[in-house]
């Protein structure tokens, strides 16, 4: 987002500039290629942290269950136990890195929220939130080529050759192993944290949880 305050003016800017925002490992990737493609004339930038610079462009923001988020972000470093240690740290990375932002986004009229536990189920609900949005029209044939260009089998066969995380497509900006085990699913959390630990979770993300309407 740097680059972007050397740049003026930021009327201008707006109208080629689309931030996409997102928790880490709450769909921000998928989302980020959706709406690359669906306004390949637009730059989109995508970041974990939203700052000042970042609340004034147009936004398209992810947000997702933290405990979710937390399990995905551990297992991506290829940890199958969560340590309390592992826990602790990674409940630090998914604060500091998109929760926190999201927060600061409810109300805010340039910013799209979307949920993981909904557009993963139906990328409609991506697709007729950008159209309201942007005033854009999404023709259906184009819904349907995306919805199966980013099925999940398919994505899994983009990075196939990507060997860890930290390898990357710099187009898409998929990573090895950015696909789970859990193939995306939703509450897999449950089975991969022990009680006490999804109760640490609870006390570290409670504001989150009550205003974004989750639960354990």
């Known amino acids: 987002m740097s680059v972007l305050k050397n740049m003026a003016p930021w009327w201008l800017i ?3 500039v689309i931030v996409q925002f997102g928790m880490i490992r709450s769909g921000s990737t998928l989302v980020f290629n959706l709406v690359r493609e669906i306004f390949p004339l637009r730059k989109v930038v995508k970041v974990h942290n939203c700052g000042v610079t970042c609340k004034k462009l147009p936004i398209v923001a992810t947000y997702r269950h933290p405990m979710d988020c937390v399990a995905s972000s551990i297992m991506r470093r290829g940890h199958d136990k969560p340590t309390d240690e592992l826990l602790e740290e990674h409940i630090k990375q998914v604060k500091e890195n998109g929760l926190l932002d999201i927060l600061d986004l409810i109300g805010h009229k340039e910013a799209v929220l979307l949920r993981y536990e909904d557009f993963t189920v139906d990328l409609n609900v991506v697709f007729d939130a950008l159209e309201k949005q942007f005033n854009a029209v999404v023709p259906a044939a184009k819904r349907d080529e995306l919805a199966v260009k980013y099925k999940i089998e398919n ?22 192993k950015h696909v789970s085990q859990y193939k995306g699913a939703t509450g897999y959390y449950k089975e991969f944290f022990t009680k006490p630990q999804m109760a640490r979770m609870e006390e570290a993300f409670k504001e989150f949880m009550e205003l974004m309407g989750y639960s354990t």
Request: no cysteine; net charge positive.
């Open 155 to 176: 994505v899994e066969k983009k990075i196939a050759e990507l060997s860890s995380f930290s390898e990357m497509d710099k187009k898409t900006q998929l990573h090895g």
């Open 14 to 16: 707006r109208r080629f």
